[in-house]
């Protein structure tokens, strides 16, 4: 396919929007200028046009879960985000029994294999039982590096990221194991001090799982994993800007500590885009009341309802961040970390990767590799 998108909106080098218009061939960028002289196949009326959304951590979605070893549950909850303008996604799995692990990995290798999906995301179950959220404590492992790699080759090199608890016995070896493997190590869940924090990072941990959920908090005379985290140059953390997992000021400081290092995900369940009632998050009750998902019994948040679009749009609109800050944060920082150098931005070369906006900033179509996705809004 070529084509030329005229009378957008693009967010220009100081950040500001302005009008302009794309071409693209192929699965390709291959022009994009900031002034409204090109003949245009399609005009957009000064939509807004952002990159592709990148979502490094995601369990579901459209009342499907990554969980389910399902390949009709596996495609349903990728086309849900991909229609909300998730172009590239990883299926996080939770802690569960080695043989449920092996079973959803092999589910997932082929949409890995033909594009759908990215890569895995194994959530646990090396994390600690003290700061486990919503995981199954009867699943929770010690982060043996035999095992660890074991279950990384059952991934056959589709296992993206993994989250490690880097205190418990073993997990600072894990870490280099998995840094071996070619997978990226994520501190997360875990109760681990500064000094064992800054420990995993300089064995290669290079992200943060949900900063500041699921750890002690940041206090001013022990960091703890947070005041590492957020101000190693090394570390990419991620923000769910839920409304619900972190407060409007946290994701305002985040962003302008660590606004190139900062990513936005969604950590979104099966409930996404399918409404309130009972839904299973790996193997436990989850209820969803006004989109808030929370476990039966405790109430402890598992996961979220989340869309990236709804992540940026409550980033600018309620945490006061800039627009071109919090599209870096749902784009170019994940594909940074991940490795992806062909996407993330909207530059010549890239993969043809974008959202169109309308004025409320809601998701009016996305082009995933240089193709209309069927059902984006």
């Not at 090109?38 to 009342?63: N, Q």
């Not at 959530?123 to 700061?131: A, M, N, R």
């Not at 501190?187 to 995993?200: K, M, P, Q, S, V």
């Not at 679009?309 to 784009?331: E, F, K, N, T, Y």
Request: with cysteine; proline share 5%; net charge negative.
């Amino acid at each position: 396919m070529s084509l030329t998108l005229g009378g957008v909106q693009l967010l220009a080098a100081d950040g500001e929007l302005q009008r302009g218009w794309i071409s693209v061939v192929g699965d390709r960028f291959v022009g994009i200028g900031y002034d409204d002289s090109a003949p245009a196949d399609i005009k957009l009326d000064g939509r807004t046009v952002l990159p592709g959304f990148v979502d490094m951590h995601c369990h579901g979605g459209g009342g499907a879960s990554y969980t389910s070893a399902d390949p009709e549950q596996i495609a349903r909850a990728a086309q849900t985000h991909l229609a909300h303008g998730t172009t590239t996604t990883n299926a996080s799995l939770v802690s569960a029994t080695y043989g449920d692990l092996e079973r959803q990995i092999r589910a997932l290798i082929p949409f890995v294999d033909d594009g759908t999906l990215n890569g895995i995301h194994l959530e646990g179950p090396w994390i600690s039982p003290g700061y486990c959220g919503a995981h199954d404590p009867a699943t929770l492992r010690n982060p043996d590096p035999v095992e660890v790699a074991r279950i990384l080759d059952i991934g056959e090199g589709r296992i993206a990221m993994v989250t490690i608890a880097p205190e418990l016995p073993g997990g600072v070896p894990s870490i280099e194991r998995i840094v071996a493997a070619g997978a990226i190590a994520a501190i997360g869940h875990t109760g681990a001090d500064a000094e064992t924090a800054r420990a995993a990072v300089d064995a290669g941990a290079t992200v943060a799982t949900h900063l500041f959920n699921a750890m002690p908090p940041l206090l001013h005379r022990a960091a703890g994993p947070v005041g590492v985290l957020l101000t190693d140059p090394r570390v990419t953390v991620e923000l769910i800007c839920d409304g619900h997992h972190l407060g409007p000021e946290v994701v305002s400081l985040t962003l302008a500590t660590a606004h190139d290092r900062s990513a936005l995900v969604t950590d979104a369940m099966a409930a996404a885009g399918s409404g309130d009632g009972t839904y299973l998050l790996g193997d436990l009750e989850v209820e969803v009341t006004d989109g808030v998902a929370r476990l039966v019994p405790g109430g402890t948040l598992a996961g979220s309802t989340l869309f990236m679009d709804s992540a940026v749009r409550r980033a600018v609109r309620i945490a006061g961040v800039p627009l071109d800050v919090a599209s870096a944060a749902a784009s170019a920082a994940p594909a940074r970390v991940l490795g992806l150098a062909d996407r993330g931005e909207l530059a010549v070369g890239q993969r043809a990767d974008l959202v169109v906006l309308d004025d409320e900033s809601a998701v009016e179509r996305v082009m995933r590799s240089g193709e209309w996705v069927s059902g984006s809004r």
